[in-house]
């Protein structure tokens, strides 16, 4: 057989197997993502017509939301400029989807965030050891400076906001100071999704008991988990997606 045959041949080859390992990757992708998707459907018949996605990193949320909650507007929130602008970019001709390159806080102003080289894994908070064993692809990082603004303050800012509301909130450690910021639209809310941890991830972040107590404070009942998420062993579970509802019998103020 020529060279050249014999070269067209295992090229052809080497293609196919490059093909082959795209579709399976991808086909992993998307099982995935579908298994996300029916994880959030357990809400799906709540009829938001609102829903706040703070730390909304590439929009991976928001995406879901769409796909629920079709006549909600979804106001993402993504303070880096990079992961904004990517957020922007994938939800570009929506009319009902918002992207706000901010930080909610307890405080409006300006700081500085620790940039991970793994995006959603960016914090406010420095990161811990244990957050570097556990995802060691997450540990270098920089600093850029973001906006901060009050969640309550940003919500008068557009006059209110339609019902029913769902606020879903992923902070990496920086829960209390969101909803510190926030209380009035917090209260209101028909259902909240906190990404909670149950090991400190990063420096001086609060726990589940923690953030579930200020939530029954807030007048909301813990109700499971959306998701949750294991050790790389297998023994241990990590952080998980918290459920809170909104107990009717308690009013809001």
Request: hydrophobic share 45%; net charge neutral; no cysteine.
């Amino acid at each position: 057989m020529p060279l050249r045959d014999l070269a067209h041949r295992l090229l052809n080859a080497a293609g196919v197997e490059v093909r082959l390992v795209r579709n399976i990757k991808a086909a992993r992708l998307a099982g995935k993502r579908d298994q996300e998707l029916d994880a959030w459907r357990i809400l799906s018949g709540r009829g938001f017509r609102t829903v706040l996605d703070i730390g909304a990193n590439e929009g991976q949320f928001a995406a879901i939301a769409r796909k629920l909650w079709p006549q909600a507007q979804v106001h993402s929130f993504e303070p880096l400029p990079e992961v904004h602008a990517k957020l922007v970019a994938r939800f570009q001709g929506d009319p009902l989807a918002h992207a706000h390159p901010l930080a909610l806080s307890a405080e409006s102003g300006v700081t500085t965030m620790h940039q991970s080289a793994f995006s959603p894994s960016s914090s406010l908070l420095p990161m811990a050891e244990i957050h570097r064993k556990e995802w060691p692809q997450s540990a270098e990082h920089r600093e850029v400076e973001i906006k901060l603004e009050r969640l309550d303050d940003w919500a008068t800012g557009q006059g209110g906001l339609e019902h029913p509301l769902l606020v879903k909130i992923d902070v990496q450690g920086y829960e209390l100071s969101v909803i510190a910021g926030g209380e009035k639209t917090i209260r209101a809310a028909d259902a909240v999704v906190l990404e909670v941890s149950f090991e400190e991830f990063y420096v001086g972040q609060p726990l589940f008991a923690g953030i579930h107590d200020q939530m029954r404070l807030l007048g909301f009942e813990y109700r499971g988990n959306i998701e949750q998420f294991t050790s790389k062993d297998g023994k241990r579970v990590l952080f998980a997606d918290a459920l809170f509802l909104r107990n009717k019998h308690m009013a809001v103020v």
